[in-house]
C-alpha cells in the first residue's frame, strides 16, 4: 500500500508518505515469488524500512544513506538499481538492526501495525515545523487539517521497463506549450522528487517508452482541456504499462503564469475569459517578474546546473537551514547550499535570498518550493562537491559565510558578488495590468508612498494614479537638512525659531515642486510631519556615554539637553502627528506653506497640481478643527496672487480605534480620509511592530494564535472592523467623503479584498508593490460580483 496526505490545498512534499507499506519477512519472500524477481521484493522492502523508520519511527535518515552507499560500493555499482538481491538481504537486516537500535523494538510485522503507525504519521506531519511554515508562508488555515489517502501500490522500480515521472502539460518555468518534466528508470517517485539521482528529461521518455509516451501525452492533453488550466503530474510505469497517480493545478513561475494566462485567452480549446485570466496570476507571480538578473560580464563561472527558478541572488553560503536561518535573523543575505533540499529545509528555503543543490533536477523539491516562491533556485550541480561547511567547484573552495551568486535562469554559480539588475517583465506582464485597470476604472484607484520627485516618477511608470502618502520627515534627514532641524528644536526664542523655520520652508518648497511635476494632475497626499522631535536629535544614551569617556562641545551639550527635554518614555504614544503641530503651531503652517508655494509655481508654468494636506494623527473634532485652521490660513497667504482656484482639499490619518469609532465627528472637519493602518494595528492589538516581528510573532503563528501576522494582512475581525465603521460614519456625516489606506496594507491583496469591500476609493503602497495592488483591487472587485 502507498499511505498519502490529502489536503484541500496542494502542500507539495510538506506532508509524509508511506510507501511499499504491508511488507515484512514473511510478505517480502511471497512479492518475490509472485514476480520470479527477488531484487524488486527485497528493494521495495528496503526502502520500506527506511521510509517508515525515518517518517513514522523517528530514525535519522542519515544512518540509512550511508548504508545504502556501502552497499553500492560493495558491488561496485553507482545507481541503487544495480546493488544484487543477495546485497539487499543484508542491507534489509543491516536497516532492522537500525530501526532495533534506535527504538529498542524489532522493526514491526503486522501489517495492520504498520498501517496504524503510517496513518498517524501522515496525520502528525499536519502539525510538523516544514507544513506549519508552508501554511504560514502560503497563507493557508492551519485548522483545515488534512485526509489520508491508502492506496494499492504500482511499482515503478519492478525493472527496467519501468519507471516513474513528473510531468507539466506545460513548461512551468517560462509557460511555453509542450510537456515538461523528469522521469527515471527502474525507480520510484520518491527517487524523482527527493533529487536522489540525476533524472533525465520527459523529451528522452519516447526514446525508453515509446507507446507510453503517447499515451501520456494525449493524457496530457485530455487533463488540461478538461482543468482549462496547466497540470502537474506524477505517473508511474509498472512493466510497460502506465499508471497516472495524481494530478493538480500546476506552481508555476510568474514569466509562466503571465504567458499562459494570455495564451489561454486565445486558445480555442480553453478560451479563458479576461476575468479568469486575471484570477489565475498572484501577488508573487508579479513579483517574480520584476526579480533582479545577475550581471555575470568578467564573473567567474565555478559551476552551472539547471535554472530551477528564474532570478539573480546574491548572499553567504551557509549549508543547513538551521546555520541559514541563524544568518538571516543576523540580518545577512542567505544563499542556502545543500546536496539536496528535502522538506525539514523548509524554515531555511523561506529566509534565503536563493538556493543551490548538487543533485536533483527541475521538478525535485528545490525546484517546485523555490518555483512556488518567486527564489531564484539552481539544482543538479553536479561540480558542486560538498564536504562538511565548505564546497570545491571548479577549482575553487567557497566556505561557510563566503559570498556567492546563483542565476536561476542561466544554471550559473559565480564566486563573489555580483551585481544585480531589473529584469524586463516580458510583454503579458502589460496585458494583464491593461485588463485589470478597465476593471477598476471608476471603482478603485491605486496611488503610491513616494517622498521624493525621482519616487514619485518611478510610481508613476508603474502606473500610479498619485501620491497617497507623502512624507514629509524623510525630506528633514538629509545632511543638509537636519541641522536646520535642530536649530529649529533649539531655538531659544520665536526669532529664532522662525528663522530656523523659513530656511525649512525653502527646502520643502522645493522638493514640493519635483513631487507635483513628476504627478502632474493626480493628486498628491502630503502628511504634516508626524514622528516625535527627538527623531531628529542624537540619542541620549550615546551622548551620555560620550559626555562621561571624552567630554561634549557647546553644540553637543545644547543637544544633550534638547534630547533630553523631549525624550519620553512611549514616544510612538506621545508627542507626534497633530499634538506637535499644537506646540509648534509654526511648523505645520511653514509645511502647508511650502506645499502651497510649490502648488501655484506649478501652475505658473502651466502644471495641474491636486494637493491633498494630511494631519495626522487626530482623534477629536476640535483638534481637526484646529489644524485646519492652521491650513486654511497659510493656504491663503501662499496663494495671494495666483489666478484661478488651487485644487486643494484638507484631510486626516485616521490611525487610532478612537479615531475610527468617532469618524463621523471628525469628518464635519475634513475633505478626505487616510486609514493609516500601520499604527491601527499597532494600537488595536497593543503590539510594538518594531518589537514583535521577531520571535513572539513566529511563535503566534506557529501555534495558530494568530492567522496572519496582523502588519502585513488586515486582521478582518479588529482592524478591519474598524476601518469599515470610520468609513461608514464618515461617509454619514460626508456622503462624498473620499477614502483612501496608506499603510504596508495598500500592497496585499487579501487586504485589499477588506478595503474594497468597506468602500474605499483608493489603496496606496510602495512603489514597487502598485503593480500588485492594480492587479489585487481589480481581483477584489470580481471577487464582489455575483
Known amino acids: 500500500m502507498s499511505v498519502r496526505s ?77 546493488v544484487s538481491p543477495d546485497t539487499l538481504r543484508r542491507l534489509v537486516l543491516r536497516y532492522q538492526d537500525v530501526v532495533a537500535r534506535h527504538t529498542g523494538l524489532p522493526f514491526p510485522q503486522d501489517p495492520w501495525r504498520q498501517l496504524q503507525g503510517a496513518v498517524e504519521a501522515v496525520f502528525r506531519s499536519w502539525n510538523g515545523p516544514r507544513a506549519i511554515a508552508y501554511r504560514v508562508r502560503e497563507r493557508i488555515a492551519h485548522e483545515l487539517g488534512t485526509a489520508v489517502n491508502v492506496q494499492a501500490m504500482v511499482f515503478g522500480n519492478r525493472d527496467d521497463n519501468s519507471g516513474t515521472g513528473v510531468g507539466f502539460t506545460r513548461d512551468p518555468a517560462t509557460g511555453a506549450k509542450g510537456s515538461y518534466g523528469d522521469f527515471l528508470v527502474n525507480a520510484q517517485g520518491e527517487d524523482v522528487v527527493a533529487g536522489i539521482r540525476n533524472t533525465e528529461p520527459l523529451s528522452s521518455l519516447a526514446g525508453h517508452f515509446p507507446k507510453v509516451d503517447k499515451e501520456l501525452h494525449a493524457i496530457f492533453e485530455r487533463l488540461e482541456h ?143 518550493v ?63 495590468l491593461e485588463w485589470a485597470d478597465e476593471i477598476r476604472q471608476g471603482r478603485m484607484a491605486v496611488r503610491a508612498n513616494a517622498d521624493t520627485g525621482a519616487d514619485a516618477k518611478n510610481a508613476r511608470e508603474f502606473g500610479a494614479e498619485g501620491i497617497g502618502l507623502c512624507r514629509t520627515e524623510h525630506m528633514f534627514l538629509g545632511e543638509d537638512r537636519l541641522p536646520i532641524v535642530r536649530e529649529m528644536i533649539l531655538a531659544q526664542t520665536p526669532e529664532q525659531e522662525e528663522a530656523a523655520l523659513e530656511r525649512l520652508r525653502e527646502a520643502q518648497k522645493a522638493d514640493f515642486v519635483d513631487i507635483l511635476e513628476a504627478m502632474d494632475g493626480l493628486p498628491v497626499t502630503v502628511r504634516l510631519l508626524d514622528p516625535p522631535l527627538h527623531e531628529f536629535l542624537p540619542r541620549t544614551e550615546e551622548l551620555a556615554i560620550k559626555a562621561a569617556t571624552q567630554g561634549l562641545s557647546d553644540e553637543e551639550r545644547a543637544l544633550f539637553r534638547a534630547a ?23 511648523l505645520y503652517a511653514m509645511q502647508v506653506r511650502a506645499l502651497m508655494e510649490a502648488a501655484a509655481e506649478r501652475m505658473k508654468v502651466g502644471g495641474k497640481p491636486i494637493v491633498e494636506v494630511m494631519v495626522p494623527l487626530t482623534v477629536t473634532r476640535e483638534e481637526m478643527g484646529l489644524a485646519r485652521g492652521w491650513a486654511v490660513d497659510a493656504i491663503a497667504e501662499a496663494t495671494r496672487g495666483v489666478e484661478g482656484p488651487v485644487d486643494v482639499q484638507i484631510g486626516t490619518m485616521i490611525e487610532t480605534p478612537r479615531a475610527a469609532l468617532r469618524a463621523d465627528e471628525i469628518a464635519e472637519e475634513a475633505d478626505f480620509f487616510s486609514f493609516g493602518t500601520n499604527d491601527l494595528t499597532q494600537m488595536t492589538f497593543g503590539f510594538s511592530r518594531d518589537d514583535v516581528e521577531g520571535r513572539m510573532m513566529v511563535a503566534y503563528l506557529e501555534q495558530g494564535l494568530l492567522k496572519r501576522n496582523p502588519f502585513e494582512t488586515i486582521d478582518p475581525s479588529g482592524v478591519g472592523e474598524l476601518v469599515r465603521i470610520g468609513a461608514e460614519r464618515g461617509r454619514r456625516t460626508r456622503p462624498d467623503l473620499k477614502l483612501g489606506v496608506c499603510g504596508e496594507h495598500g500592497g496585499d491583496p487579501e487586504s485589499i479584498a477588506l478595503f474594497a469591500d468597506a468602500g474605499l476609493d483608493y489603496v496606496s503602497c510602495s512603489p514597487f508593490r502598485v503593480p500588485i495592488a492594480r492587479l489585487a483591487c481589480a481581483q477584489a472587485i470580481l471577487a464582489s460580483q455575483p
Open 370 to 432: 523555490a518555483r512556488g516562491w518567486g527564489k531564484p533556485a539552481v539544482v543538479g550541480a553536479e561540480a558542486v562537491r560538498i564536504t562538511g561547511k565548505s564546497f570545491i567547484a571548479g577549482g575553487v573552495t567557497i566556505n561557510e559565510g563566503d559570498t556567492l551568486s546563483i542565476d536561476g535562469s542561466t544554471g550559473q554559480v559565480v564566486v563573489g558578488e555580483v551585481e544585480l539588475t531589473i529584469a524586463q517583465p516580458p510583454p503579458e506582464f502589460d496585458q494583464v
Open 6 to 82: 490529502g489536503a484541500k490545498f496542494s502542500m507539495p512534499g510538506m506532508m509524509d508518505t508511506v510507501l511499499n507499506l504491508g511488507l515484512n519477512d514473511e510478505s517480502v519472500e511471497g512479492l518475490a515469488k509472485q514476480t520470479s524477481d527477488e531484487r524488486f521484493a527485497y528493494d521495495s522492502y528496503r526502502r520500506f524500512i527506511q521510509m517508515y523508520g525515518r517518517i513514522v519511527l523517528g530514525v535519522e535518515g542519515e544512518e540509512f544513506d550511508r548504508l545504502l552507499e556501502t552497499a553500492k560500493e560493495w558491488d561496485g555499482v553507482t545507481a541503487d538499481s544495480h
Open 226 to 368: 478538461h482543468y482549462r488550466d496547466m497540470c502537474d503530474t506524477e505517473f508511474t510505469i509498472d512493466q510497460g504499462k502506465l499508471w497516472m497517480l495524481q494530478t493538480r493545478a500546476g506552481k508555476r513561475t510568474g514569466a509562466a503564469a503571465l504567458k499562459m494566462a494570455v495564451d489561454m485567452t486565445k486558445e480555442r480549446k480553453i478560451k479563458l475569459s479576461k476575468a479568469e485570466a486575471l484570477q489565475r496570476i498572484t501577488a508573487d507571480h508579479l513579483d517574480q517578474v520584476l526579480h533582479p538578473q545577475l550581471t555575470t560580464h568578467n564573473a567567474t563561472v565555478i559551476a552551472k546546473g539547471l535554472g530551477a527558478s528564474p532570478g539573480g541572488a546574491v548572499g553567504r553560503v551557509y549549508f543547513t537551514a538551521d546555520e541559514a536561518a541563524a544568518a538571516a535573523g543576523r540580518g545577512e543575505p542567505v544563499i542556502l547550499v545543500r546536496s539536496e533540499t528535502s522538506p525539514e529545509d523548509v524554515h531555511g528555503m523561506i529566509v534565503a535570498q536563493g538556493i543551490l543543490t548538487a543533485r536533483g533536477g527541475l521538478v525535485s523539491h528545490a525546484a517546485v
Open 564 to 586: 533630553e527635554t523631549w525624550h519620553e518614555f512611549n514616544p510612538m504614544l506621545g508627542t507626534r502627528g497633530v499634538r506637535l503641530g499644537v506646540l509648534k503651531p509654526g
